[in-house]
C-alpha cells in the first residue's frame, strides 16, 4: 500500500480507468433508475403493484448472485493477478443483458425472458464493476486514490446525466403527445405508441458501455499473471477463508464492512424513494421528478469531483463521516416539508399554496446528490485502506456482499413503518404516514455513523501527494 511500491502509470492508462464509470453510469441512470424501470412496472407488467414486485425479484435475483459469489471469484482473482479478463466476462453478460430489454414491449404475455434478461444484465454489470474497482490501488500511489475516486465518479455522474438527457430529450416520447421531454419527435423513428424509445434505454446503454470501456481495455495496465489457474483457485479459496476466520478481529475491517453496509444501504432507499415521496407528499409531476433527477445528477458530479479532492487532503473517513451528517440533516428537511409545511412550520395559509417546500425539497436532492457522490467515492479509498494490495479484490468482493446482503433492510423497513403510522391507531393521513415512514433511513445513517469511529484511514497531505 506505500507509495514507494507503486509503478507510473501513463495518463492514458488513467482516463481508460475513469472512463470506465463513465461506460457504466448510464445502465443505474436509466435502466435501474429513471427509465427503463418505471417503464417496466407501469406499461410491460400487468399493473405498477405487480410490475414493482417483479422487478424486485429480477434485480433482488442479480443481487443475490453476486453477494454469494463475488468474494470467491475476488480471491482468485487476486491469486491469480490480472483483472481484465473478468471485467470482459462480465462485461459481456451485462451488455447482453441489457441488449435483451429492447424486446419488454408493452403489455406482453409471459416475461420471463425480460426478466431474466435483466437479472443478467444486474449481475454482468455490477460484477464487472467489481473487478474493475480493484484496479484502482495499482494505478497512482496511495496519496492520490482519493482524487483518481472522486473523479472517476464524477466522470460517471456526467456520462449519466448526458445518457438521461439523450434518452429524455430526443428517443423517449410520451404515446399520447408522441414528443419527447424537449418537446421533439423521437429520433431514429422510435415509434412513441409501443414505447420504442423507453425500450431503446437498455441497447443505448449496451452501446455506450462497449464504445467507453474499450480504452481501459487497451489502455490501462493490469497486475502480471501469478500462477496457473488450477493453482489459483484453490488458493484463492483458500485465502478466502482465512480472511473470513479472522475478519472478527480486525476490528477496523470488519467496521468499515459494517459501517458501509448500513449507510450504503440508507442512501440506495434515500434514492429509491425519493421520486415515490415528492409524488405522493408534494404532489409532483413526473416533469418535476425528471427535473430533480437530473439536479441530482448534476450534484452528484460535483460532490464526487469536490470529495475526492477533500478526500486527497483529509481522508477518506472524514469525506464519508461529513457525507452521513449531511445525509441526516436531508431527511430530517424532506421529512419536515409538505405543501404547506417547511421544518414542520407553516408555510401557506389554509387553503392557500407556497413554491418554498418545492424549492426546499430541490435543494435537498441538490444536497443528497452532492454527499451522495462524495460518499460512494470517498468508499472506495476507505476499503482500500483496510487490506493489503494482493487482497483488494477479494476486499471488493466482500464489500459488495455486505452491500447486497443487507439492500432489503431499507425498503422493508420503511414499508413496515409506513404501514405503522397508516394503522387506525394513529388516525393519520396518508401524507403524513408516508412522512413518518421514511424515518428507518435516518436510524440506517446513524448506525453507519456509529461504527465509523471504528475505522482506520490513511491518508496523506497535498505536500506528499507527488
Not at 431499507?410 to 413503518?417: E, N, Q, T, V, Y
Request: some cysteine; aromatic content about 12%; overall charge neutral.
Amino acid at each position: 500500500m506505500d507509495d514507494d511500491r507503486h509503478v507510473p502509470v501513463p495518463r492514458r492508462g488513467i482516463w481508460g480507468w475513469m472512463l470506465f464509470d463513465w461506460a457504466q453510469q448510464p445502465f443505474h441512470t436509466l435502466v435501474i433508475t429513471f427509465v427503463f424501470a418505471p417503464y417496466f412496472a407501469a406499461a410491460v407488467a400487468p399493473d405498477a403493484a405487480r410490475g414493482q414486485e417483479l422487478w424486485g425479484y429480477a434485480t433482488g435475483v442479480g443481487g443475490l448472485l453476486i453477494a454469494l459469489s463475488s468474494p470467491v471469484l475476488g480471491a482468485i482473482a487476486d491469486a491469480s493477478g490480472p483483472r481484465k479478463p473478468w471485467v470482459l466476462v462480465f462485461s459481456v453478460i451485462g451488455v447482453v443483458g441489457c441488449w435483451c430489454l429492447w424486446y419488454a414491449t408493452p403489455g406482453m404475455g409471459d416475461l420471463t425472458f425480460v426478466l431474466i434478461a435483466i437479472a443478467v444484465a444486474v449481475f454482468g454489470m455490477e460484477f464487472a464493476a467489481v473487478f474493475n474497482n480493484a484496479m484502482m490501488p495499482d494505478l497512482v500511489p496511495r496519496s492520490q486514490l482519493g482524487r483518481l475516486s472522486g473523479s472517476a465518479w464524477g466522470l460517471g455522474y456526467v456520462g449519466g446525466l448526458i445518457s438521461l438527457v439523450l434518452v429524455l430529450g430526443f428517443m423517449s416520447a410520451s404515446p399520447e403527445s408522441g414528443r419527447t421531454l424537449l418537446g421533439f419527435e423521437p429520433i431514429l423513428g422510435l415509434d412513441p405508441l409501443s414505447r420504442e424509445g423507453d425500450r431503446a434505454a437498455g441497447p443505448l446503454t449496451a452501446i455506450w458501455f462497449l464504445i467507453f470501456a474499450l480504452p481501459m481495455f487497451l489502455f490501462t495496465p493490469d497486475v502480471p499473471r501469478k500462477a496457473a489457474r488450477s493453482g489459483a483457485i484453490g488458493r484463492g479459496l483458500a485465502s478466502l477463508g482465512a480472511t473470513l476466520r479472522r475478519l472478527p478481529g480486525e476490528k477496523s475491517y470488519f467496521s468499515y464492512l459494517m459501517s458501509s453496509m448500513f449507510y450504503r444501504d440508507a442512501l440506495n432507499a434515500l434514492y429509491a424513494f425519493g421520486g415515490i415521496y415528492a409524488a405522493g407528499v408534494l404532489g409532483w409531476s413526473i416533469i418535476q421528478i425528471g427535473v430533480f433527477g437530473i439536479l441530482a445528477n448534476i450534484t452528484g458530479a460535483v460532490g464526487a469531483w469536490l470529495g475526492g479532492r477533500a478526500d486527497q487532503r483529509y481522508g477518506p473517513k472524514t469525506v464519508v463521516t461529513w457525507s452521513i451528517l449531511i445525509l441526516i440533516f436531508c431527511c430530517v428537511l424532506v421529512i419536515s416539508t409538505t405543501q404547506t409545511e417547511v421544518l414542520f412550520m407553516p408555510v401557506a395559509a389554509a387553503g392557500g399554496t407556497s413554491s418554498l417546500p418545492d424549492i426546499v425539497f430541490y435543494a435537498a436532492g441538490a444536497l443528497i446528490g452532492s454527499a451522495g457522490g462524495a460518499i460512494q467515492a470517498a468508499s472506495r479509498t476507505l476499503l482500500v485502506d483496510q487490506v493489503d494490495r494482493d487482497k483488494v479484490t477479494e476486499a471488493f468482493g466482500l464489500y459488495a456482499l455486505s452491500g447486497k446482503a443487507t439492500t432489503f433492510i431499507g425498503p422493508l423497513s420503511i414499508a413496515f413503518a409506513t404501514a405503522f403510522f397508516a394503522s387506525e391507531a394513529f388516525g393519520l393521513s396518508a401524507q403524513d404516514a408516508q412522512r413518518l415512514g421514511v424515518t428507518p433511513i435516518i436510524v440506517l445513517f446513524a448506525i453507519g455513523l456509529a461504527l465509523l469511529p471504528l475505522v482506520k484511514s490513511r491518508y496523506y497531505e497535498p505536500a506528499t501527494a507527488g
